[in-house]
C-alpha cells in the first residue's frame, strides 16, 4: 500500500494551498491528515470517511481546511485556506482499514497506513 501526498509549498499568510493524496488503487474507510511542526509532537488536523459525508476536523483548523475525497480517483484533498505561519508544518496523509470511530479519529495509533509528508511552509 502506497500513500503519495502532494502540494505543499511556500505561501504567504493568508494564502492557499491544496493537498492531495494518492492511494495506491485502493478506497479506504477512513483517512486522515496529520501534521508535525519543528520540534513538535505530530498532531491530527482532518478526516474523512469513505462515503465523504462525514469529515472532521481539530478546532485550530476548522473554519479553514476543508477535507474532501474523490473515490474514483483514490484520492483525498485537504484545502487550507487563510494559512497562518502556525499552519507550517510536515502534512501526512493516513489510511485505515476500518472505520475509526470519533473519539478515536484523531488517534494516529488508528491508521494502518502513512505517507511520506509535505512540507508546507507559511511566511508572515
Known amino acids: 500500500v502506497q500513500l503519495q501526498a502532494s502540494g505543499g509549498g511556500l505561501v504567504q499568510a493568508g494564502g492557499s494551498l491544496r493537498l492531495s493524496c494518492a492511494t495506491s488503487?485502493?478506497?479506504?474507510?477512513?483517512m486522515g491528515w496529520f501534521r508535525q511542526a519543528p520540534g513538535k509532537e505530530r498532531e491530527w488536523v482532518s478526516a474523512i470517511r469513505s462515503s465523504g459525508s462525514s469529515t472532521h476536523y481539530a478546532d485550530s483548523v476548522k473554519g479553514r481546511f476543508t477535507i474532501s475525497r474523490d473515490n474514483a480517483k483514490n484520492t483525498v484533498y485537504l484545502q487550507m485556506n487563510s494559512l497562518k505561519p502556525e499552519d507550517t508544518a510536515v502534512y501526512y496523509c493516513?489510511?485505515?482499514?476500518?472505520?475509526?470511530?470519533?473519539?478515536?479519529?484523531?488517534?494516529?495509533?488508528?491508521?494502518?497506513?502513512w505517507g511520506q509528508g509535505t512540507l508546507v511552509t507559511v511566511s508572515s
Open positions: 488503487g485502493r478506497t479506504f474507510l477512513t
Open positions: 493516513a489510511a485505515a482499514n476500518q472505520r475509526i470511530i470519533v473519539s478515536s479519529i484523531n488517534r494516529a495509533g488508528a491508521y494502518n497506513y
